[in-house]
């Protein structure tokens, strides 16, 4: 049985998110960053990462606005620079582990849904001839979106940055975050597992089904696993000059 303590603070945490995303949305359509792309990652950041996605939107995201780029400030540093007036590493780091984390955090969303709604799509991706728990069938179609999701964000950012044609951008977008998403999504899919077969099945003895804030309320702890696993991963990309500094 799921205690009231973890629902109501299932509820707390996704309103707050809620919020936390629209305030964002908000911002970002009065004072929209050079990169477009951009208005979409602060706002999907701020669905599992709440608070945490504002603070560090309005540090280290409004410094790469319009109007701060219109003031001389640097199209793709956030307000806390360091003295070169560059982002600093761990910032721009972060910055590009969550700019690959929310397309897949938006390929997540779509895919637990449609899995829901048209349980067939579960069975196209394995459930019952190949996995006998449908977690793993929608886990496969997680995988898909999220990676083709993740790609089109990467993409709209390195097509302007490079200057590339758009295979040449295809090519390179998928380089640079095709083994950043996988760690995300391992991150994730860990956390997951843990809560589904341990923590909900062992020892509430309860069932974590889509339809349910606890399940929302995990994915986004689940998400910050993601960004765990996902943030040493884009250290290296972005050192090797794999993935762009952001």
Same mark, same amino acid.
């Given at each position: 049985?799921?205690?009231? #303590? ?5 509820? =707390? ?28 990652? #602060?706002? @999907?950041? =701020?669905?599992? =990462? +709440? ?16 109007? &701060? ?10 307000? +806390?620079?360091?003295? +070169? ?15 690959? +984390? ?17 349980? &067939?799509?579960?069975?196209? /991706? ?12 929608? #886990?496969?179609?997680? /995988?898909?979106?999220?990676?083709? /999701? ?8 390195? %097509? ?37 077969? *341990?923590?909900?099945?062992?020892? @509430? ?16 702890? =689940?998400?910050?696993?993601? /960004?765990?696993?996902?943030?040493? *991963? ?8 794999? %993935?762009?500094?952001?």
């Amino acid at each position: 049985m799921i205690p009231d #303590w973890l629902h109501i603070l299932s509820i =707390a945490s996704l309103l707050v998110a809620m919020l936390a995303a629209v305030a964002i949305a908000l911002d970002v359509r009065r004072d929209p960053q050079p990169m477009w792309i951009m208005n979409l990652v #602060w706002p @999907l950041t =701020a669905l599992f =990462a +709440g608070p945490l996605a504002l603070a560090f939107y309005f540090t280290a995201g409004k410094g790469g606005t319009m109007s &701060a780029h219109h003031r001389g400030g640097h199209a793709h540093s956030g307000s +806390g620079t360091d003295e +070169g007036g560059e982002t600093p590493f761990p910032t721009a780091v972060a910055k590009g582990t969550l700019h690959c +984390g929310s397309g897949c955090t938006l390929g997540d969303i779509i895919a637990e849904w449609l899995a829901f709604f048209v349980p &067939a799509v579960a069975v196209w /991706f394995g459930w019952q001839w190949l996995f006998a728990d449908k977690i793993f069938a929608v #886990w496969v179609l997680d /995988f898909v979106l999220a990676f083709l /999701f993740g790609v089109a964000f990467q993409y709209f950012s390195i %097509k302007p940055m490079r200057d590339l044609t758009p295979r040449a951008a295809l090519v390179a977008a998928v380089k640079a975050d095709a083994l950043s998403l996988t760690a995300w999504q391992v991150g994730m899919y860990g956390a997951m597992a843990l809560a589904h077969f *341990v923590l909900f099945q062992r020892v @509430l003895g309860a069932s974590l089904e889509v339809p349910s804030v606890e399940f929302w309320f995990v994915m986004q702890l =689940a998400m910050l696993c993601g /960004f765990v696993t996902a943030y040493p *991963v884009n250290w290296w990309l972005v050192r090797r000059g794999i %993935k762009e500094r952001m």
